[in-house]
């Protein structure tokens, strides 16, 4: 029952530094999902895909690119990472509803 | 674009109280409505999926409604106890966007003291 997975869990970066967050389901879910969540604040939608091939943009894509190659994975990548994407970040897949959340990974840029 | 509040940010209940959660949403054009839960350090967990053609949606202990008019749902949790503990989160989905994309509110911090 691995469900959504991301990796890593946690991640320090510098400034300017970039990296890709990994998330991968296997339950054959068309729709995946990037939120971030900062402390105090509901989760926002960063970018979202309605299968392999199909991406676009949420409320908060800016700083952020994403693609979809496989039904399976939806890499998440910060080119120039800056201290106001220190947040914890959400991966989420779903047919419909309800969407299946990972466990996040929590990202500091200093 | 869609705001959703929600009321208490932080509630302590003693264990058996009954307690209500509120959510409020500025668009009145919802598909449904959704509640999650979250641990500490987890993802959310859904609970309790309302569409809105319904009134209300039950699970256990749990009992969620919706007003769509008046752009509020209640989760209702009978008989606490300390595994309630945990964030919950309202999340709408918006009727106007082909995605399921989903709003969320800032949650209500549940502790349930034994």
């Known amino acids: 029952n691995a469900g959504v997975t991301q990796t890593p869990k946690f991640r320090i970066l510098k400034i300017g530094q970039s990296m890709t967050l990994q998330c991968t389901q296997d339950m054959n879910h068309n729709y995946m999902y990037w939120y971030r969540q900062d402390p105090g604040m509901g989760l926002k939608l960063i970018y979202y895909s309605v299968g392999a091939g199909i991406t676009d943009k949420g409320e908060v894509p800016n700083g952020y690119n994403v693609s979809r190659s496989t039904t399976e994975d939806f890499p998440l990548r910060l080119e120039l990472a800056a201290p106001s994407q220190t947040s914890v970040y959400f991966c989420a897949s779903s047919s419909d509803q309800p969407q299946h959340f990972g466990d996040g990974t929590r990202l500091s840029i200093l | 674009k869609q705001e959703v509040t929600q009321i208490p940010a932080a509630l302590s209940v003693p264990e058996g109280e009954n307690l209500v959660l509120n959510c409020s949403f500025t668009d009145s054009a919802i598909y449904n409505l959704q509640w999650f839960r979250q641990d500490p350090g987890k993802g959310l967990t859904s609970l309790l999926l309302?569409?809105?053609?319904?009134r209300e949606q039950t699970s256990g202990r749990l009992n969620a409604s919706l007003d769509k008019s008046s752009g509020r749902s209640t989760l209702y949790i009978a008989a606490s106890q300390p595994g309630d503990s945990a964030t919950y989160l309202c999340a709408p989905k918006d009727d106007q966007t082909g995605a399921n994309n989903l709003f969320f509110g800032t949650g209500t911090r549940l502790t349930v003291i034994p």
């Open positions: 309302i569409q809105s053609s319904q």
